[in-house]
């Protein structure tokens, strides 16, 4: 009786797959108004990421107020930079 063996290696690939959301609080904004805007990243994929970053450059039209969330936010130039989460 032949008895047959055999090894095989494989390699768990883990991919992160990272997904942006910007939505205003409210539908219906006028000229004057406060708007809180939320931004949402989150990883859908099987793996984690790491130094991930997110710049939102705001147009002329509106001013910035205050960011508030578990990273913080920094203005430089029309331009808020949101430092990474540890997660």
Do not use: C, W
Request: charged share 25%.
């Amino acid at each position: 009786l032949a008895v047959a063996r055999q090894t095989v290696q494989t390699e768990m690939l883990v991919v992160p797959a990272l997904r942006l959301s910007l939505v205003d609080q409210s539908d219906l904004i006028r000229v004057g108004d406060t708007v809180t805007y939320t931004l949402r990243v989150t990883n859908q994929g099987t793996g984690p990421d790491r130094k991930v970053a997110v710049k939102l450059h705001l147009p002329e039209e509106l001013e910035y107020l205050d960011a508030v969330g578990p990273s913080n936010g920094n203005l430089d130039k029309r331009v808020v930079t949101f430092d990474g989460v540890d997660q």
